[in-house]
C-alpha cells in the first residue's frame, strides 16, 4: 500500500541528530537558536519563536494576540480541530465561517459578515499549499494569524506566505512540508508579540510568576529542522513535479487539472480533487488498487460544534479526496498511483463543471 503521506529523512537528517546526541545538549539550546534565525529569514519576517508542535504555536500566538473570555476567534469550518482546540484554550469563543469554494480557504466575505467588536483574531490556514486572499481578509481591519501548516515555502506577489500577518505559525509534525517528529514555530515582524510568545513557552526562572506553559522544542528536533530546510526549496520543487504529473494524467482524460495562479506559486502540500458524489467509493477504489487516498479534512469545525449551514464547507468534507504527494514518493510508486487514477477517475468524475465535480480546485486560484 502506497501511504497517503511519508516523511523524506536522508542520511544527512541522521548525522546531523546523531551529532546533537553525542555532544550531550538535548534540550533547547543553540540549534534551536540557530533554527529559528534561518526559519525566520527563509520566510522573511523579524523573528521566530521555536516551540513543541503546531497546536502549541497556535495557542501561544493568540494568547501573545490577548484573546481570552470575552473575545472572539474567527476560523474557517474546513480545517483541523487543532484550531478549534486553541481558540478554546485561551477562554475566547471560536467564531466558524465558510470557505471559497475554488480555494477551500478561509471566506473573506463570510468573515466579514461575522466580525463584532469583540473579535480579537483571525487564524488563517493556507489550505493544501495555497496562500488564502490575504488583500481581502487584511482589509478586514483584524489581526491575521496566518497557519503555514500546509504552506510553507508557499509565496503570494513574490512574498512568503507568513509574511502578510500579525503573526504566523508552522507544524513540523512527521508528515508536514518539513518533518522534526512534532514541533512548531511561532513568526513575526512584532517584537513585542516575539518576546511574550518566548516568555510564553517556558515557566522556570522567572522573575514574575504567572500562567506559562513548558512547550520549549529539543535541539534534537531543530537539529533535523535545519537540515531539512536545508532542503524545503528541493522539496516543493519536486512536489511541483509530482502535480504536473498528475494533471498531465486528467488532462488525457478530459478532465480539468489545477493551474497555478500568476500572482501565487503553491506549495502543493496535497492534490485535492473534487468528485461528483461521497468521496468514500473512490478511497475504497484506490485502496483495492494500493493507493491509500483520504479525506483531506477528518471532520469539519462546523460538524464538531453541530453548528447548521456551511454549504461550501459540507460540499468539500463530502467530495474532495486527496492523493498521495509527496517528495518521497518513489517512480514505481507514481505509477502505480497514475495507473490507479486512469482506471479509478472517470468512474466517480465527470468534470462537467464545478457543482458536477471539479478537480484541483485547491491549487486553481489564491
Not at 85 to 102: K, S, Y
Not at 183 to 209: N, Q
Request: charge should be neutral; glycine fraction near 8%; aromatic fraction near 6%.
Amino acid at each position: 500500500m502506497i501511504p497517503h503521506s511519508r516523511p523524506l529523512i536522508d542520511d544527512e537528517d541522521v548525522r546531523e541528530v546523531q551529532r546533537v546526541l553525542r555532544s550531550g545538549q538535548l534540550a533547547q539550546d543553540g540549534e534551536v537558536a540557530r533554527f529559528e534565525s534561518r526559519m525566520a529569514s527563509f520566510v522573511g519576517v523579524r523573528g521566530a519563536v521555536a516551540v513543541s508542535s503546531g497546536s502549541a504555536a497556535l495557542h501561544l500566538a493568540l494568547l501573545a494576540l490577548e484573546a481570552g473570555p470575552g473575545d472572539e476567534v474567527i476560523v474557517p469550518s474546513y480545517t483541523c480541530a487543532a484550531v478549534l482546540n486553541a481558540v478554546l484554550q485561551t477562554g475566547a469563543a471560536p467564531v466558524v465561517a465558510d470557505i471559497e469554494p475554488a480555494t477551500f480557504n478561509l471566506s473573506a466575505d463570510d468573515a466579514a459578515r461575522r466580525i463584532t467588536p469583540r473579535t480579537r483574531a483571525v487564524i488563517v490556514p493556507h489550505m493544501f499549499g495555497v496562500p488564502a486572499d490575504l488583500d481581502a481578509l487584511g482589509a478586514l481591519g483584524v489581526p491575521l494569524l496566518e497557519d503555514l501548516a500546509m504552506s510553507l515555502g508557499s509565496r503570494r506577489r513574490g512574498k512568503r506566505a507568513g509574511s502578510f500577518g500579525s503573526l504566523a505559525v508552522c507544524s513540523f509534525y512527521a508528515t508536514k512540508m518539513m518533518a522534526t517528529g512534532e514541533g512548531g514555530m511561532v513568526l513575526s515582524g512584532d517584537e513585542a508579540l516575539l518576546a511574550e510568545v518566548r516568555d510564553l513557552r517556558a515557566m522556570d526562572e522567572k522573575e514574575e510568576f504567572r500562567v506559562r506553559f513548558n512547550c520549549k522544542m529539543t535541539d534534537l528536533q531543530a537539529a533535523l529542522g535545519l537540515s531539512q530546510l536545508r532542503k524545503l526549496a528541493g522539496f516543493v520543487a519536486r512536489r511541483r513535479e509530482i502535480a504536473d504529473l498528475y494533471g498531465d494524467t486528467l488532462r488525457r482524460l478530459g478532465l480539468p487539472a489545477p493551474h497555478e495562479p500568476a500572482e501565487c506559486e503553491p506549495a502543493w502540500y496535497r492534490y485535492v480533487l473534487m468528485l461528483d458524489g461521497d468521496a468514500d467509493p473512490f478511497i475504497d477504489e484506490m485502496k483495492r488498487r494500493g493507493v491509500e487516498c483520504r479525506r483531506p479534512v477528518y471532520k469539519p469545525l462546523h460538524r464538531y460544534l453541530r453548528l447548521p449551514g456551511y454549504e461550501t464547507s459540507e460540499r468539500a468534507w463530502r467530495r474532495a479526496v486527496s492523493i498521495p504527494l509527496y517528495p518521497a514518493l518513489t517512480g514505481a510508486e507514481i505509477e502505480t498511483i497514475l495507473k490507479a487514477l486512469r482506471l479509478a477517475l472517470p468512474k466517480h468524475c465527470t468534470g462537467r463543471g464545478h457543482e458536477a465535480g471539479t478537480l484541483g480546485q485547491a491549487s486553481r486560484a489564491c
